[in-house]
T-cell receptor, first 117, second 110 residues
Framework: ETGVTQTPRHLVMGMTNKKSLKCEQH?????MYWYKQSAKKPLELMFV???????ENNSVPSRFSPECPNSSHLFLHLHTLQPEDSALYLC????????????????FGPGTRLTVL | TQLLEQSPQFLSIQEGENLTVYCNSS?????LQWYRQEPGEGPVLLVT?????EVKKLKRLTFQFGDARKDSSLHITAAQPGDTGLYLC??????????FGSGTKLNVKP
């Protein structure tokens, strides 16, 4: 138990569906992250939020829409996804963003396994 | 191409053997981390190295940061089945961008 929870753990959706992934951290951290992990690629950083403000968007397609209502919760809204978007989506949190302190530890949730049909 | 290349990609060994995993880059990193990820879970931090030439030991695991801060290695002595997992290096490149390595999948057979 890392203190970061993600729901759902598994999600199957069609290309026309709209769904949301939820992440919650109970560690009192100020920074939260979304990563994509697929069999073909290592962990790809998607979005970074620091004190509820988005500080990084790594050229992620607009069909992925993040939302951070407070420092403890992070959502990833999904719509009109493609089969190649099937992957494990990991949420992480840290005390502050990495750019501020070298060696800052990120705590990861267990991920949501997404399958797009 | 990945900024952080790990080798080997896959490693299957018998319990009791030693192994080394490498993490290499052409860029300088201000620090490097090693994570282990087990099936069905997210990565968990093992160690952070911040000084060129630094060596850190964590029980049977030895981590080294290259003198030029462009590479790192993870050595496991007398591997056990519990060491099985995906090992990922990660670090802060000089322009303050954070990257994960390509990963090494380790399987230790009893």
């Amino acid at each position: 138990e890392t203190g970061v929870t993600q729901t759902p753990r598994h999600l199957v959706m069609g290309m026309t569906n709209k769904k949301s992934l939820k992440c919650e951290q109970h560690l009192g951290h100020n920074a939260m992250y979304w990563y994509k992990q697929s069999a073909k690629k290592p962990l790809e950083l998607m979005f970074v939020y620091n004190f509820k403000e988005q500080t990084e968007n790594n050229s992620v397609p607009s069909r992925f829409s993040p939302e951070c209502p407070n420092s403890s919760h992070l959502f990833l809204h999904l719509h009109t996804l493609q089969p190649e978007d099937s992957a494990l989506y990991l949420c992480a949190s840290s005390q502050v963003t990495p750019s501020h302190i070298a060696g800052n530890e990120q705590f990861f949730g267990p991920g949501t396994r997404l399958t797009v049909l | 191409t990945q900024l952080l290349e790990q080798s080997p990609q896959f490693l299957s060994i018998q319990e009791g053997e030693n192994l080394t995993v490498y993490c290499n880059s052409s860029s300088v990193f201000s620090s490097l981390q090693w994570y282990r990820q087990e099936p069905g879970e997210g990565p968990v931090l093992l160690v952070t190295v911040v000084t060129g030439g630094e060596v850190k030991k964590l029980k049977r695991l030895t981590f080294q940061f290259g003198d030029a801060r462009k590479d790192s290695s993870l050595h496991i002595t007398a591997a056990q089945p519990g060491d099985t997992g995906l090992y990922l290096c990660a670090g802060w490149e000089k322009f303050n961008k954070f990257y994960f390595g390509s990963g090494t999948k380790l399987n230790v057979k009893p």
